[in-house]
């Protein structure tokens, strides 16, 4: 069975730290997908980020990075030098052969002024 | 990029009526969609896969007859809450996965149901 494991149900940090999201997996799948979406308030997923599991390179985009490693099954999100507009909850979610994408608990970030 | 319209965004219905939610392709053909739920400060929870032109797949634990889903078409699925009652109250999310995004998945702006 497939599960997404996020330990941080909340982080609150001050404007301009770093901080970085965990994501832990299980799948008996060869190939998946692994992704973070971003839900401010209004209810909306934005999509961040996707990786195939074939595809351990890592990322850097804008203040957004990823770190993935298959070894740990961890796909982490860093996000640098954090801003107010950030604050929302972040989910890790994976999908694989049966084409579900199971959802994380997510993570509730809050970055205080 | 690929677009996903959900209707309504916010519904008020009364308790034992039925609501009826639609999910849209807008610029892609979805042979899949999917429909979550989530409770206040909780995950998506997978309901069911909608595939066009045959019967849904539900997870354990959702009633298919509370939650019927329909996809007549290849860019439109509906999910209907039956009988609503005070606990259906919820956030529901549609999704498309679309094959010209390397099957990407392509999420609703959500409804919001609440049941008086």
């Known amino acids: 069975a497939q599960k997404v494991t996020q330990a941080q149900t909340e982080i609150s940090v001050v404007e301009k730290e770093d901080v970085t999201l965990d994501c832990v997996y299980e799948t008996r799948d060869t190939t998946y997908y692994l992704f973070w979406y971003k839900q401010p308030p209004s209810g909306e997923l934005v999509f961040l980020i996707r990786?195939?599991?074939?595809?351990?390179q890592n990322e850097i985009s804008g203040r957004y990075s990823w770190n993935f490693q298959k070894s740990t099954s961890s796909f982490n999100f860093t996000i640098t030098a954090s801003q107010v507009v950030d604050s929302a909850v972040y989910f890790c979610a994976l999908g694989g052969a049966t084409n579900k994408l199971i959802f994380g608990t997510g993570t509730l970030l809050a970055v205080q002024p | 990029g690929a677009v996903v319209s959900q209707h309504p965004s916010r519904v008020i219905c009364k308790s034992g009526t039925s609501v009826k939610i639609e999910c849209r392709s807008l610029d892609f053909q979805a042979t899949t969609m999917f429909w979550y739920r989530q409770f206040p400060k909780k995950s998506l929870m997978l309901m069911a896969t909608?595939?066009?032109?045959?019967?849904?797949?539900?997870e354990q634990g959702v009633e298919k007859d509370k939650f019927l889903i329909n996809h007549a078409s290849l860019t439109l699925s509906t999910l209907t809450v039956t009988s609503a009652h005070p606990e259906d109250s919820s956030f529901y999310i549609c999704?498309?996965?679309?094959?010209?995004?390397?099957?990407?998945?392509?999420f609703g702006s959500g409804t919001r149901l609440t049941v008086v």
């Open positions: 909608s595939n066009e032109g045959s019967k849904a797949t539900y």
């Open positions: 999704s498309a996965r679309d094959q010209r995004a390397n099957y990407g998945y392509t």
């Open positions: 990786r195939n599991s074939f595809d351990e």
